[in-house]
């Protein structure tokens, strides 16, 4: 038998699944073949490790309170008050993903109202803002890409209107938008 | 005398509450350990231990085989087990710290008095094979923990878990594969 095929069978070898002229050629391999045996060894001690592995015990009480509780669910209850229960159970936890969808689709509007108000009352012009605006005007998209003149913003403004996308956040943060205002300097 | 297990399992299939209650208390720490090592923590153990008996209860009338009533307990306990492991958010997967759990907790790793050194290996060691566990897809978890752990056969894990043999066999060998590597500073060989 090759070392391939003697590792591939070491599972079941080990674990008593091989027939008697199987086991018997493994064996001989193995009595010869130091790497195979180093692999057998290997496998036999992750058995033991997982075996014998230390868990924590809660305690006698805690079973005694379990069986209360179990019993309490089920022989204590009639059953219509297990089907009440049940049911009760159902839909909260049924009710719960959706709600959390309702309230992530209505931030996202929100936000996205928000986003196109804000938008809509800063006219969008190529002309340059007075100079004592906290943040000037957007210029139009186009004439902002094609500019060479770096003073359509400073750095102090770039950085504030990225803090602000920032504070934005993805669709879903409820809340956050509301500091837009106060970055934007329209506050 | 004690009731034997098929006994009590025809007389709770019959509405036998007692024989119920009696079922829960000779189970009960099986399936709780079997839940502790698939979530690494005493809550979600908790929760599955009660889960497992009340839909046990529930389905008692379906209950058509005696004799693999364990597989049958084990099946619900597991399917709930994995569930909880798809969902598991924000309860970790490390073993719980001794002192967060109820009653007169203790690690019990033998019989004998360890030493404190002893103790502090044993929970490192089982910290590190936590780890290594969790990041085994479900069904290969609790197939190296149905048989390397809790004794099943594959015969038996394939009846829990409902697949064919092959399938049961396969993922055990993938799971240890891979436990092996994880773990394989624990498993150096001294000369």
Do not use: W
């Not at chain 2, 090592?37 to 389905?59: C, I, P, S, W």
């Not at chain 2, 390397?148 to 829990?160: F, H, Q």
């Amino acid at each position: 038998m090759t070392c391939h095929l003697v590792q591939s069978l070491l599972d079941d070898y080990i674990d008593g699944d091989l027939t008697a002229s199987q086991t018997a050629e493994i064996d001989s391999h193995l009595a010869l073949c130091t790497r195979c045996r180093e692999e057998q060894l290997k496998s036999v001690k992750l058995r033991q490790l997982l075996a014998s592995r230390a868990l924590p015990d809660p305690g006698p009480q805690y079973f005694t309170e379990v069986t209360e509780l179990v019993l309490a669910r089920t022989v204590d209850m009639t059953d219509s008050e297990q089907r009440a229960f049940r049911e009760s159970v159902d839909s909260s936890r049924n009710r719960a993903p959706f709600f959390r969808s309702l309230i992530a689709a209505a931030a996202s509007i929100a936000l996205f109202v928000t986003a196109m108000y804000v938008g809509s009352v800063r006219p969008m012009t190529a002309e340059a803002p007075p100079a004592d605006s906290r943040i000037r005007q957007a210029t139009s998209m186009v004439a902002m890409l094609h500019s060479d003149d770096n003073r359509v913003m400073t750095d102090a403004e770039k950085l504030r209107l990225t803090s602000g996308m920032v504070l934005i956040g993805p669709p879903g943060m409820v809340g956050r938008y509301a500091d837009m205002a106060t970055v934007l300097g329209t506050k | 005398m004690e009731d034997n297990i098929p006994e009590l399992i025809e007389r709770f299939c019959g509405g036998d509450s007692h024989a119920f209650t009696e079922l829960v208390h000779r189970y009960q720490k099986r399936i709780y350990y079997l839940a502790y090592q698939m979530l690494g923590n005493h809550l979600d153990a908790d929760e599955v231990v009660q889960e497992t008996f009340v839909r046990v209860y529930r389905k008692r009338k379906e209950i058509r085989d005696v004799a693999n009533f364990t597989s049958f307990l084990t099946r619900i306990a597991t399917n709930y087990s994995i569930d909880l492991l798809r969902k598991q958010k924000g309860h970790s997967q490390l073993p719980d710290d001794p002192g967060d759990l109820p009653g007169d907790v203790q690690v019990e790793l033998s019989r004998r008095v360890r030493q404190p050194d002893d103790l502090l290996q044993d929970k490192v060691l089982s910290e590190e094979i936590q780890r290594a566990l969790a990041t085994l897809p479900p069904r290969q978890k609790i197939t190296a923990l149905l048989h390397d752990v809790e004794g099943y056969t594959k015969t038996e894990i394939a009846l829990v878990l409902d697949c064919p043999e092959a399938t049961v066999r396969s993922n055990l060998h993938i799971a240890r594969k891979k436990l092996k590597k994880i773990l394989q500073k624990r498993l150096a060989i001294k000369e």
